[in-house]
């Protein structure tokens, strides 16, 4: 079945320090690959987005790149501020086998510190 | 953009009651809408895809006589825990979207069962 796998977390960075969350997939058809965020004490905002293999989501600085031959979904930021502190998603929705089904990883909690 | 609101935002009941959580999309219509449960510091687990008019379609090992959901109409998903115990105390997040790309988040209903 279609899973989604980050890495653990809590991070910490200092302001200004360079992010990566790695995010991998499983899936049997042609997922959509997202980006969700939920600060606290908030709902979950959908951060970016790719549908297709080499496609890249950005938005408010973060970037993502859909890896086919790695299964892979990377969230980076060159320069994180103390508002990105938040709990990071990644998730795959595969039309062809679950149309509008989204299937979430654990999330990565991210602590920015001035 | 598109807003989903949920109510009640947080919920304390007695156990053996019943909790109803209701899901609107305000300014769109919803032909589906998802319910999901948090729990703390984990991800987001899909209990159930809800359709306006039929049956809501539940995942493998979520209890359809207890946790009920009706789709009355396309703005509106209710969410019922019948004779709820303590360990359904969790974070109730539903979504609503048209297509995968527009699915919208609530901000989620904590309830507490004592």
């Known amino acids: 079945g279609n899973s989604v796998t980050q890495m653990e977390g809590p991070v910490t960075l200092s302001e200004e320090a360079f992010l990566t969350i790695n995010c991998t997939y499983t899936a049997t058809g042609y997922p959509s690959l997202f980006w969700y965020v939920q600060y606290p004490g908030e709902g979950l905002q959908l951060l970016l987005k790719a549908t297709k293999a080499d496609d890249k989501g950005s938005n408010k600085g973060f970037e993502a790149t859909y890896r086919k031959e790695t299964t892979s979904f990377h969230l980076e930021k060159g320069s994180v501020q103390v508002s990105d502190s938040a709990v990071y998603f990644c998730?795959?929705?595969?039309?062809?086998?679950?149309?509008?089904?989204?299937?979430f990883g654990p999330g990565t909690s991210l602590s920015v510190i001035p | 953009g598109a807003v989903v609101s949920q109510h009640p935002s947080r919920v304390i009941c007695k156990s053996g009651t019943s909790v109803k959580i209701e899901c609107r999309s305000l300014?769109?219509?919803?032909?589906?809408m998802f319910w999901y449960r948090q729990f703390p510091k984990q991800s987001l687990m899909l209990m159930a895809t809800s359709n306006e008019g039929s049956k809501a379609t539940y995942e493998q090992g979520v209890e359809k006589d207890k946790f009920l959901i009706n789709h009355a109409s396309l703005t509106l998903s209710t969410l019922t825990v019948t004779s709820a115990h303590p360990e359904d105390s969790s974070f109730y997040i539903c979504s609503a979207g048209t297509g995968i790309e527009t699915q919208y988040f609530g901000p989620g209903t904590r309830l507490l069962v004592l």
């Open positions: 300014d769109f219509q919803a032909t589906t």
């Open positions: 998730a795959l929705s595969d039309m062809e086998t679950s149309y509008d089904k989204v299937i």
